[in-house]
């Protein structure tokens, strides 16, 4: 028998045990079918199952797993979006933006417990300040990224995931009032709601940033882009020109796959 070819990297490995568990339905699937079914070795299907589990994603019934409840007001996309696929077409895509705003630009997409960072390219400015590594996952409601993917989830969902941050602001954060950072991050989701994108809206001191999601269609966006440069380098009247170029990397992305 031919073993399955097992999935690189932790976002399509868990992005398969979800697709297995979906398919599974209620009766979910056990641990050694997992292990069958994706190739993987046991330890490496288990800490998956752990982290799901942690994030809410997935849930135990008895001997088998079972997506988990936190998923089910909005669903598990199984397909990895095309932008976030074809690397070469986005990283010219957003290399041309970086290289507009002179700074750098991230594309992030939703993920399981938050927002994953996927690429970074940066523009000409000699003055740079990296918030967050490629690869890194951060939780939504924790950055402008994460902000405009929550802007399109249920009013419940956006709610919980701001307490959550409110109630343990990272250390960066110049903000300390938990009142402030509430109102702060609802403001954001309010002009995502309002105008398409987030920003000017200071949280981490000394850097600026804006962020919008990439288009698709009247399905919930899955992937985002976000600016982060320099305070001084991007002063609140300039945000709305940056978000600009934001926007238009953000449709070309689209046409890709959203």
Partial sequence: MTLPQPPVGVLPRATLVMDLLRRGGDAGARLNELVQ???????????LLADLAESGAVARRGQSYVVGERWGEVGLETT???????????RQVLQRAADVVGD??????????????CMRCDGDSPVRVFTVEVGEVKPLA????????????????????????????PARWGERDPDMVRERLHLLLG?????????????????????????????????????SAAEQRMPTERVPEAAEVLLEAAAELAEIGG
């Fill in 37 to 47: 079914a994706t190739g993987l070795p046991q330890p490496t299907v288990h800490r």
């Fill in 80 to 90: 990895i979006p095309g932008c976030v696929a074809d690397r070469e077409r986005t």
């Fill in 104 to 117: 750098t630009i991230y594309l992030a997409a939703r993920t399981l417990g938050g927002v994953g960072y």
């Fill in 142 to 169: 924790s950055s402008y990224a994460g902000l405009a993917l929550l802007s399109g989830l249920p009013t419940e969902r956006r709610n919980r995931e701001v307490e959550e941050v409110v109630a343990r602001m």
């Fill in 191 to 227: 002009q995502m709601d309002e105008r398409g994108w987030c920003g000017g809206v200071a949280v981490v001191p000394g850097v600026a940033g804006a962020a919008c999601c990439v288009p698709r269609g009247f399905s919930i966006p899955r992937v985002a882009l976000t600016i």
